[in-house]
Structures are given as C-alpha cells and as structure tokens.
C-alpha cells in the first residue's frame, strides 16, 4: 500500500474523550493525509490502539482545523475552526443525548432485530462494525464543515444506524415482508430466492440471486430442471416469499457436495452472485493481503491498511469549492455509489444521475408497493420505493452510450463536473471513453469516486460483488451467530453497501476539499471487500490474540431493541431525522436525511428521484449549452432518449 494520502495536507485534527468511533473518524483523516492529536486524556483498549493506532498529545498552545468530541465532553479550549461530536443517542429523541454502547445503538436503531434466530435474543453487528460506520460519518461530517463553514456537526449512533434501516428496509417493507432475522436467510429471502448462507463441503456460502436469470443459471447449475416444472419453484420472487424451505432440499444438498473454491469457479462462470464465507484467520491468510497490512506495534498484531488507492491531477491553481450547487455526475447503481450521490444532493450539491433505458438501474425495477400502491397508470420504472430512497433530489439524464453521440455527451458532461462517482463493472469507464485518468487531464479539478467490489484480490475478484458475497469474504458475517453455534450472518441487513456508501462519501468530500486547497483533483478508487475488511479491523486484531468472537446476544438489553418498521418512532433516533417524497406517481415515501446535525439541523431533503430521462434536454442545455437544433440532432443520432 503506498504512502499516506496528501488530500489533507495541512489540516490539524484534536481528539478529545476516549470514543472508539472518535479513534476511527481520526484514523481515516490521518489516513488521508492530516495531522491528527489527542486533546487531554485519551484512553484506549489496547486492541484499538493496534487497529487503529496510537495519537500523540496536541502540542501546547497549538489550534486545531477540527475538533472531534464526545457530545457529553466540556469543549476543550483549544481552537478550532469546527467542531464536531458524537452521541449515542439523537438529539431530538424522546431519549436525547443518551450514551449508548455499540450494541444498543446497533440494537436502538433497528438492526439487531434482523440479526439472529427468530425464536431466539437478537444479535448485533461483530465488535467495531457499527461504530466504523459511525466513524466514516463523523470524518465525513468534518470534511463538509470545512468546505461549507458549519462550526457545529453531530452525530448521533442510533442514527445512523436507523439511516442504513430506513435505506434497506424499501427492499422488504413496501411489499408486506417484515424486517426481521431469519437465521441464516434474510427475511423474506430478500425478495428473490436465494438469498442466504448454505453449507458446502468446507465451510459456509453466500448465495444472493436477484432475478429470474439468476435462479435460471442456478437450476442448470445443479442440474435440476424438474424445479421449472413445479409451479411453486418457477419464479424465485414466488419462492422467497411461500417455497423456501422446499427450493432448499434440492438447492442445499447440491451446495452440500461442493468445495467452497469448487463453488467459486461455478458462480463465476455463471455470473451467479455468490461467494465464501471466511473466518478471521482466512481473511488474514489472503495470499493478496501479503505485504499490506500495518503494524502499530505494542502487541504486534497486523491491522488493515486504507481500503483506497488515488492518483492526483497536475496541480492548478486552488478552486474554491462550495457544496451548494457541486456538480455531481452519478454513474452508480443499486445502493453503495447512488447514496453518495444522494448524500451529496443533501449536502446542497446538484446531481445529474445518468441512466440507460434498455438497461435501468435494477433499484428501478423492484416493482410496485402493495403497502402504499401508486397510481394504476404509473410506468414500471417510476414506481419503486427503494429506488426513491437512493436516488431522491436527482435529475436523470438517459443516452444511448452505445452509440458514439451519446458517449461524447457522457465526455462532455464528465468535463463539467466537480464529483463523478461509478461503481460498475472495471473497464466500463474505458468503453465510454471516460476512464479516470482520462477525465484528470481535460478536468483537473475532478474528484472522481471508483467504488470497486473486490479489486486487487485475484482469489475472489471474479465473484460478484454484492453487499453479502462481500462481508462473507470479509469475515463479518462468520461472526454473526450465538455462542456454540455455528454461524448465521446477517443477510437481512445490507452492512457493506451502507458502509462503502459512507466511506466513499468521506472520500469525496476530501477530494472536493484538496481542489479547494491545493488545486490537486484526484482518482480514487474504494475496494468494497477492503472497506468490509477494515471495519472488522478489531476482530482480525482479535483473531491474531485470543481469537475473535462473537458479541453476545442483547438479552441484557432488550429495551433498547427496535423494530425497523418503528425505527422512525424509536425513543433514542431523532424525530427530525425522517421525512416523506412525493412523485406525481406515488403517495408519499417516507425517506431518511443524511444523519449529521448541521449546525442545529438535518440536511434537506430535497424532493423526489427523478422520472428517466426527465431532465435529459434541460441538463445537456444548463451544463453544455446544447441549443434545440444540436438536440434534435443528437435525438436523430439515437444518443438520448
């Protein structure tokens, strides 16, 4: 891994009241190049200070850029240009203010309640997950202050971790399913067969298939087409909710004859979402990872290095950079690249979010509420709520980037943006014409965001990467389970797509924040896999000590247990932090603000996603000045909608 970053160059950062998440909003600003310091007494568990590493005393006399605390902690007198702090629980809950451990915010916030056995105690998230959550937020929540002049930032645990609730609960609660644990499953199997862990030969696999040609490339996989002929076992949406038990005798036993490395080369040739599920210790026997961890001594464990690689532009001259009105080109899908945009868009940022009509985002095309319908002539691709979640306060611009017109519309766009943020398949960038580098040299001033799913890792980069098949590989989800047991994962709750959003976020913002100061853009490129790694930092610390375990189940702490379906209600997550979206095709939508209190309030959210297309002509007129006649030719050349 190379040398620190130099986005932050320059920027002091104090630390004050021991706070693990404080430690790892810290680490990743130190990470990114800024000088970080303890204010005052700064105490740590001895297995934090080898994951994250030790801070040294904030010279006497000496100010701070960014002053991070606990929300309960006397502001130290040392200067600081913004503050920001951490909390339990949300400011303006019934319960404000409340400290909370990791479990109980985990717990608080609705998503322990999915994890576990159904006639068993809730589970949480492994030791140090959610708090790498929160932590992501609070670095984040200091590099927005610093562009945009906010002196007060909190965050809150239960917050955060009903945002990533209320984001991955559109995937189960529009359509009657429960959030809820299931064991091994998710809830309701995620609304599409299969979608949980199996045991293979050798150890446990992550299956997670997400449409009809999925479950067809599956069946010829096992060479069971008799399961086309049932009519309970044709359609997997069908068999989530009413046949899954019966799929498993026959999916199961043939996952039960397998190597787990034999059902990695099946997936991959079929395109199957799927993958292992590691321990610890095989995380940390990645023939991949050899060379790339760190050490901060004391005990002498390895910890995970930065799960980002970047190349900067040529220096120019500094651009100031506000976030009200950032030009934000979003060319993501599904969950963990559209929530930076979309946070972004809160942050006041204008996001274009360019899409294909003959291949839409598949957070289009989940389908229909029953809870809240929408209106009996709605087109299908307007009617999806998770798709509202992720992409609200957007405009849609839809071309053809088959077609050489369209992609020289994507070139020029990328040229006028100040963000670009993609997470599809390597090289696709390169087809288009716009390839990271490429944009740095006609657009120095680009923060361009790659979010990879397992990059540079040889034995897993041919799996897909959704957010199960990752925390499998990343040792999250063996983890998961109850003393004595073999373990269950977490397939209800979607931690890697949350957590990669969060990080990628952060990112961003240190690039936006690098152009304003030193005139530097940058490529950056975010390993999913390894940003689901570093958050199980403490636990691969662990492995290499006494072993990792899991957390025990929260029986002791039953009251602070929410259902997701009441996470807006619970007592501990702030009132203001929920809102509602309105289309012209959908009753309101109850949504979530991105979760830091700014300087005494929420971002705004900032209206619906958009119609496809919608903004096509209105965006490619106000960033490109393309005027009607250069439209319609463009129109005759097939390159937009």
């Known amino acids: 891994m190379s040398t620190t970053s130099p986005l932050l160059q320059g920027t002091t950062v104090g630390v004050c009241g021991g706070s693990r998440p404080l430690h790892i909003a ?152 429960r959030w809820y644990r299931d064991g091994r499953r998710a809830s309701g199997c995620g ?36 399961l086309h002929e049932d009519e309970r076992l044709r359609d997997p949406r069908v068999i989530a909710r009413t046949e899954p038990a019966l799929a498993d005798t026959v999916i199961a036993p043939w996952i039960a004859k397998h190597t787990r490395q034999q059902l990695i080369e099946l997936m991959s040739a079929a395109k199957f979402p799927g993958g292992p599920v590691k321990t610890p210790q095989e995380v940390l026997a990645l023939d991949s990872f050899a060379g790339r961890w760190r050490n901060f001594t004391p005990g002498s464990a390895n910890a995970p290095d930065r799960p980002f690689t970047m190349v900067e532009s040529a220096a120019v001259a500094p651009v100031p950079k506000a976030l009200d009105g950032l030009r934000v080109l979003d060319l993501a899908w599904v969950w963990s690249g559209p929530a930076v945009s979309t946070a972004l868009g809160d942050l006041g940022a204008s996001v274009v979010k360019v899409e294909s009509a003959s291949r839409p985002d598949n957070t289009r095309i989940r389908g229909a509420s029953i809870v809240r319908p929408p209106r009996a002539d709605a087109p299908p691709m307007e009617v999806t709520e998770y798709f509202q979640a992720l992409n609200r306060g957007k405009q849609s611009v839809a071309l053809d980037l088959k077609t050489e017109a369209g992609r020289a519309m994507l070139r020029r766009l990328a040229d006028e943006a100040d963000v670009i943020v993609e997470n599809l398949s390597p090289g696709v960038m390169a087809r288009w014409g716009i390839d990271p580098e490429a944009v740095l040299e006609t657009n120095p001033t680009c923060t361009f965001i790659s979010m990879r799913g397992f990059g540079e890792h040889p034995e897993l980069g041919s799996l897909r990467a959704y957010a199960g098949v990752l925390t499998s590989a990343a040792g999250v989800e063996d983890l998961i389970g109850y003393e004595g047991e073999p373990p269950l994962g977490g397939m209800t709750v979607g931690f890697s797509d949350a957590l990669a959003a969060s990080q990628a976020l952060l990112l961003a913002l240190a690039g936006v924040l690098s152009v304003a100061r030193r005139g530097h853009g940058a490529a950056i490129s975010l390993t999913q896999f390894e940003s689901a790694v570093t958050a199980n930092g403490r636990n691969l610390v662990d492995a290499q000590h006494e072993g990792a375990v899991s957390p025990a189940p ?36 109850p949504v979530c603000s991105l979760p830091w209190l700014r300087d005494g309030a929420f971002p705004e959210v900032r209206g619906a996603a958009p119609e496809l297309g919608r903004d096509t002509e209105l965006v490619l007129s106000q960033w490109l000045g393309v005027d009607v006649a250069a439209m319609q030719a463009l129109a005759a050349a097939g390159a937009h909608r």
């Open 191 to 226: 609304g599409c067969y299969p979608y949980g862990l199996f045991e293979a030969e050798d150890g446990l696999f992550c299956l997670m298939g997400r449409g009809l040609d999925h479950w067809a490339a599956l069946v010829q996989m096992v060479g069971a087409p008799e």
């Open 26 to 177: 810290a680490r990743w600003l130190a990470d990114l190049g800024a000088q970080t310091f303890a204010l005052g007494e700064f105490t740590a568990e001895p297995a934090d200070l080898e994951w994250l590493g030790p801070l040294q005393p904030l010279p006497e006399g000496a100010s701070v850029d960014v002053l991070l605390a606990r929300a309960a902690t006397r502001p130290a007198a040392v200067p600081a240009s913004v503050r920001v702090t951490v909390t339990g629980s949300g400011t303006t809950a019934p319960e404000p203010r409340r400290e909370l451990s990791e479990r109980e915010a985990c717990a608080a916030g609705g998503i322990a309640i999915a994890l576990g056995r159904p006639d068993m105690d809730p589970l949480s998230l492994p030791n140090g997950a959610l708090d790498s959550l929160v932590g992501a937020h609070l670095a984040a929540g200091a590099l927005a202050a610093l562009l945009d002049g906010r002196a007060e930032t909190e965050v809150a645990a239960a917050d955060v971790a009903a945002w990533l609730v209320a984001t991955n609960i559109k995937m189960y609660e529009p359509y009657g399913a």
């Open 554 to 589: 929260l029986t002791d702490h039953l009251g602070y247990v929410v259902a997701g379906e009441d996470v807006a209600d619970s007592p501990w997550v702030s009132r203001d932090l929920f809102t509602t979206v309105t289309s012209r095709w959908l009753e309101p939508v």
